[in-house]
Nanobody, 122 residues
């Protein structure tokens, strides 16, 4: 069982930056592939970024490539999402997710956090 808690959301102007963190409880964090997703109320949750359990592979949605960076720090049981050059369309609730022995892919996540709100003003 893995519990995930996201922090770092907030309000920022367009062009600004935020760094989201996701702290995981439980053992064997280094065995879990991690992902970030986002959701606007009334729409489907969408994939943002993923990192493999080893940290050697990453994947990004086309809409965030070159602006967002996913990373992990296994010693701290934490995965990060650095978001630069933010746009109003990045406004959403951002969720962290985990899957055992996972690669950097969009699907197959078993555990989810509660989400953190990111609001980008124009």
């Amino acid at each position: 069982q893995v519990q995930l808690v996201e922090t770092g959301g907030g309000m920022v102007q367009a062009g600004g930056s935020l760094r989201l963190s996701c702290a995981a409880s439980g053992r064997e964090f280094s065995s879990y592939g991690m992902g970030w997703f986002r959701q606007v109320p009334g729409t489907e949750r969408k994939f943002v970024a993923a990192i493999s359990y080893s940290g050697r592979s990453t994947a990004y949605a086309d809409s965030v490539k070159g602006r967002f960076t996913i990373s992990r720090e296994n010693a701290k049981n934490t995965v990060y999402l650095q978001m630069n050059s933010l746009k109003p369309e990045d406004t959403a609730v951002y969720y962290c997710a985990a899957k055992f022995a996972g690669q950097a892919t969009m699907g197959g996540y078993d555990y989810w956090g509660q989400g953190t709100q990111v609001t980008v003003s124009s």
